[in-house]
């Protein structure tokens, strides 16, 4: 990989990279948008559709890069056509593929998907890109210590074997994948991993068995964070059990803002906004700073080919 500054230490914000023949589509439909809201993706183990997005949008989609409002500093080049031109694309799944991707966890399954749309761009864009290091802005989580209750303030995990459970998947589709666990459908049902609850506004993260690394992940989705890659500072290497609170951003015109199943008006006054919440509920705090991030280079891009 090229490297545009000095690359000392670890390289943040890595992008999905296919370690293998990436899968594909069994059929895909791309057209000019006919406008709307842009809808980052709703996706089964059947379909893929997106809605009124740039063709950067889809690029970002395809390598896990965060969504931002404004130019993602992340994906550098291409004409100008790129974040102009807005698309429907509408991609099946070949039912055999479908089936093998129903029993994935759900992480593995996106990652699954966005393998594909990396094929969807290689093939109907003539997408060509390689990869480079730069030093970007980026979030550190830290341990908040100012104050009277300075530190953090994290329950050890209830099960002993929760530490490593919230693990990137590797991106390869097996051959015999194991039967994905159920979905839990409320905060009680999870002995696991992360669940966000909606209320309009308000959200709710119940965090079983998490290590930090893991909750910066989700941070990183937020659209809170601008983009930003999330790292973790803590130097805590423990599995945790926490509840957080706060008070979304209203939806940015990308469409960053998460959306859920799990959603409902909310009764309840406005709560703190991430970052306070955060500090005062788990004793940990974002700050600005800047790392070397990895970063997507575009090579070639053509309008895409008709259906």
Same mark, same amino acid.
């Given at each position: ?12 914000? *890595?992008?999905?990279?296919? @370690? ?17 809201? /842009?809808?980052?993706?709703?996706? @089964? ?19 896990? %890069?965060?969504? =931002? ?13 790129? &974040? ?9 799944? &070949? ?12 992480? *593995?399954?996106?990652?699954? =998907? ?49 530490? #490593? ?6 991106? $390869? !589709? ?5 039967? +994905? ?8 049902? !999870?002995?696991?991993? %992360? ?6 506004? *308000? ?7 998490? =290590? !930090?690394? #893991? ?7 937020? $659209? ?8 973790? *500072?803590?130097?805590? $290497?423990?599995?945790?059990?926490? @509840? ?6 209203? !939806?940015?015109?990308? #469409?960053?803002? &998460?959306?859920?199943?799990?959603? /409902? +008006? ?24 800047? #790392? ?16």
């Amino acid at each position: 990989m090229a490297c545009l500054a000095v690359c000392a230490g670890p390289l943040y914000g *890595q992008i999905l990279h296919a @370690t293998a023949p990436a899968p594909s589509f069994e059929v895909a439909t791309i057209k000019p948008s006919s406008g709307g809201n /842009a809808i980052p993706s709703i996706s @089964t183990p059947a379909e893929s559709r997106t809605t009124n997005v740039s063709a950067r949008n889809l690029i970002e989609q395809a390598y896990r %890069i965060p969504w =931002t409002s404004s130019l993602n500093e992340r994906v550098i080049g291409g004409p100008g056509w790129i &974040d102009t031109i807005r698309y429907d694309v509408d991609a099946r799944i &070949d039912p055999a593929l479908a089936g093998a991707l129903q029993k994935m966890p759900n992480e *593995q399954r996106k990652d699954q =998907t966005s393998l594909m749309m990396q094929s969807l761009l290689a093939d109907r864009f003539k997408l060509k890109v390689h990869f480079e290091s730069r030093v970007l802005p980026i979030y550190a989580l830290a341990v908040a210590k100012s104050g009277p209750k300075g530190g953090p303030r994290l329950a050890p995990a209830s099960e002993p074997s929760a530490a #490593g459970a919230d693990q990137p998947h590797q991106p $390869s !589709l097996p051959a015999n994948p194991e039967p +994905a666990k159920p979905q839990p459908a409320a905060p009680d049902d !999870l002995r696991k991993g %992360i669940f966000v609850l909606y209320r309009g506004q *308000q959200a709710e993260m119940t965090a079983r068995g998490v =290590t !930090l690394d #893991g909750l910066v992940h989700w941070l990183a989705g937020y $659209s809170e964070i601008g983009g930003r890659t999330v790292v973790n *500072q803590t130097g805590l $290497s423990g599995a945790y059990d926490f @509840t957080l609170r706060w008070t979304r951003e209203p !939806l940015t015109a990308a #469409g960053q803002q &998460d959306d859920s199943p799990n959603s /409902a +008006a909310s009764p309840e006054p406005p709560g703190p906004a991430m970052f306070t919440a955060l500090q005062e509920q788990l004793g940990l705090r974002l700050q600005s700073t800047k #790392g070397p991030v990895e970063v997507l280079v575009i090579d070639h891009i053509e309008k895409p080919s008709e259906n």
